[in-house]
């Protein structure tokens, strides 16, 4: 505390140190000129940094690119709206694959009869009517990798008639022929619908 005159000086220390130079920064080292500190607001932002007042161009890809979007939704649309078709489809040829082969295995248990007289006409018209139920199933068929399927079943059906034909015919049916035939049937079938390989 010095004193000088009526004038009372009071010298402490500073309780904030100077600031370090700043050195290699466009200020001289030992420079304790303050810099200006800019805060940016919406209102003092540079004009390259500021949102334009009018509305931006529409980008010359827009409109291309809902019309793909529209082409890809309907291309989309149109697939799973197949896919669901032909599963109902392919389940209306399955009943009607299995039809087939309850027509079949019918016609087996009637005429693979041991010791019962063979009736000729009894069996051609059988064998008519099993022959316009492939003609029809394979006529109708919308789902056309069944089609050669069901033309196999028909001509396993016109080779088991024939056998079936001329074991009747000279009395040669056994109880083990029918069920063999039954079961060949059976696993035929099975393959036809997928459930075996």
Request: hydrophobic share 35%; aromatic share 6%.
């Amino acid at each position: 505390m010095r004193s000088r005159g009526h004038t009372v000086e009071l010298t402490r220390p500073n309780p904030h140190p100077p600031p370090l130079p700043y050195e290699g920064r466009g200020d001289p080292a030992g420079s304790r000129q303050a810099m200006p500190l800019h805060v940016l607001t919406r209102g003092t932002e540079p004009a390259q940094d500021r949102e334009p007042n009018t509305p931006r161009p529409m980008n010359r890809n827009t409109p291309k690119n809902f019309i793909v979007r529209n082409v890809f939704l309907c291309a989309a649309a149109i697939l799973i709206t197949s896919c669901g078709t032909a599963t109902f489809t392919k389940t209306g040829s399955d009943a009607t694959i299995e039809s087939l082969r309850n027509f079949e295995l019918a016609f087996i248990d009637e005429f693979a009869v041991p010791g019962k007289k063979f009736n000729a006409a009894a069996f051609n018209a059988k064998v008519n009517e099993g022959n316009a139920k492939f003609q029809q199933a394979i006529a109708d068929e919308k789902f056309t990798a069944r089609r050669p399927v069901l033309v196999d079943l028909k001509g396993q059906f016109d080779a088991d008639a024939a056998h079936l034909r001329s074991k009747a015919s000279r009395g040669k049916i056994t109880p083990a022929l029918a069920t063999e035939m039954k079961k060949d049937v059976n696993k035929i079938y099975d393959h036809a619908l997928g459930r075996q390989t």
